[in-house]
């Protein structure tokens, strides 16, 4: 019988009392690996997943944590990884396909859930078409919500190369955004 271990069950597991405090305080960041997974996977239940190998892995690789003072960003550098490894698995596609009912959003009319689920592929498009440093810095600045010093750090990187790599990005999907709604409208003419 196959058991599936929650991340609250590897307390058992800790074997030092280091550990297990280590272990319960990345655990406060849980939601913002969350977001990490959800922004390179674009499916809340491939997020739940990569969530829990992330955690697992850090568990695992305690003792690859050096500098104690950057555990977070040790354990966001994880998620990416993790995220990357998971991507390169599903055949080179940067974001898992959502189905109609995978979103929480409430949509009224079939008309509107046409012109979201539109924007959505137009959305997701850009954004894997991102070269792949770009794709980096805007999945964890815009779904996790870290800071450029925090980008920096788990990506090891300087905060000028972040900024710009950001503003790139912001721009690329703008632009293909732009290029993509220009090319419907003149098909459409």
Known sequence: ????????????????ENEARLF???????????????GFSKNPHDA??????????????????RNQSRRKEWLYR??????????R???????????PGDNPVDINTPESLAVYWEDFERMKTAIQQLP????????????ADLSYQEIAVTLGIRIGTVMSRLNRARQGVI???????????????
């Open 48 to 65: 739940e997943d990569l969530t829990q190998d992330v955690y697992l892995k850090a568990y695992l690789k305690f003792g690859s944590l």
């Open 175 to 189: 632009g293909q955004i732009r290029s993509d709604t220009h090319g419907k409208n003149k098909k459409n003419d």
């Open 132 to 143: 792949r440093k770009q794709r980096d810095v805007f999945v964890l600045k815009e779904y």
């Open 78 to 87: 994880i998620a990416r990884n993790t995220c990357l490894d998971h991507i």
């Open 24 to 38: 319960n305080e990345l655990l406060t960041y849980k939601d913002t690996v969350f977001f990490i997974c959800l």
């Open 1 to 16: 019988m196959k058991t599936e271990m929650k991340m609250n069950d590897l307390s058992e597991l800790y074997r030092t």
């Open 89 to 99: 698995k599903i055949a080179g596609s940067p974001c898992s396909q959502l189905e």
